[in-house]
């Protein structure tokens, strides 16, 4: 093979592997927080320009960046450092190219920078230390308070929800979160990318008035002795509810004042109208008749104009 040849052989697999991903690689985040005492998982995957090997046949430490002989992991352990000895354990699978570490009992000094180093069993022992992709940890000492989401004013007798949240980078054991009102409660755990975590309780009780200026209140549990704000709390107030008692007792009693003063017209009216008709019926045979008799005569006299006006014309000759 001639020196071409080889030179074009080369650039070939040089872009067969940045093409084909068949490099060594590695992804981490390559900043993290962590909460003193508790613990935090550094997310990693990996790849390497082999074989797919499985979990047995590939080595995983991570060491300091400073000093690669300074194994915060080693696959062996003890080799770790003594400050790390039993405080840290790969979480992934290798043979999944998962190289997530979890650090326990995270100590005020932990910060790293921490990278990975791979070692593969093949025919001849490849090896690759991430040095170029290492992960600073940010030290939190004290927790800040959940976050809490309510309504302040809540309606008696309507349910309400209640939404308790923390961020949390130590997902392999969650913090819980309890509350101090009695209620269903729905927790759940959200990946949020870059390592970080949410955990979320939801709180539903139905208020009644005894919950009015009483408060709610969220606990959140952290793994390890963490440091720092653990509650948070919410006053409530409680409105009374426009119930059905409300509104069918002022109903009711309008309904009924109203059929009362109904019911009194009627007796009123029929009375007046026995009356009249009373007054009437007597008047048949006393004034009335009479009134009416007399008018009768009246009208027929005008209306024949024959002996009414002579009566009437007579009259005035008789004064
Ligand atoms: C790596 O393993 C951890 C722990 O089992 C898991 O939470 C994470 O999702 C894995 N990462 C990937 C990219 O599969």
Redesign the pocket.
């Known amino acids: 093979m001639g020196v071409r040849a080889r030179v074009l052989l080369c650039w070939l697999q040089v872009l067969c592997a940045v093409v084909f991903g068949d490099v060594w690689k590695v992804e981490v985040e390559s900043k993290m927080d962590a909460l003193v005492s508790s613990c935090v998982v550094l ?1 990693c ?1 990996f790849k390497y320009p082999a074989q797919e090997q499985p979990s047995s046949r590939i080595r995983a430490m991570w060491h300091t960046k400073k000093k690669p002989e300074e194994f915060i992991y080693h696959n062996d352990p003890t080799k770790a450092t003594e400050n790390f000895k039993g405080r840290t354990k790969l ?2 699978s290798l043979g ?1 190219l ?1 190289c ?1 570490l979890e650090i326990d009992g995270v100590r005020n000094h932990d910060n790293g920078p921490y990278c990975f180093r791979v070692e593969l069993e093949t025919s001849e022992i490849d090896k690759y230390s991430f040095v170029d992709n290492c992960v600073t940890i940010k030290m939190i000492e004290k927790a800040s308070k959940p976050e809490l989401l309510a309504e302040t004013s809540v309606k008696e007798g309507q349910p309400v929800i209640f939404k308790c949240s923390v961020r949390h980078t130590c ?1 392999s054991h969650q913090p819980t979160l309890s509350w101090s009102h009695p209620g269903t409660t729905i927790m759940s755990y959200k990946d949020i990318g870059h390592g970080n975590w949410e955990v979320e309780s939801l709180l539903t009780f139905t208020p009644t008035k005894e919950d009015d200026h009483s408060s709610v209140t969220c606990t959140v549990k952290y793994h390890g002795s963490v440091e720092g704000e653990m509650q948070a709390t919410h006053q409530i107030t409680v409105k009374e509810q426009a119930t059905l008692s409300h509104i069918l007792i002022p109903a009711i009693s309008g309904l009924g004042a109203a059929l009362l003063v109904g019911l009194l017209c009627f007796f009123v009216v029929k009375r007046y109208k026995n009356r009249i008709a009373e007054l009437q019926s007597r008047n048949d045979n006393g004034m009335w008749s009479r009134l009416s008799r007399m008018s009768r005569r009246f009208r027929s006299g005008e209306g024949s104009s024959g002996t009414g006006g002579r009566e009437q014309g007579q009259v005035p000759k008789n004064f």
Do not use: E, Y
Request: proline fraction near 25%; glycine fraction near 12%.
């Open positions: 997310p995957t979480i992934g999944d998962n997530s997902p």
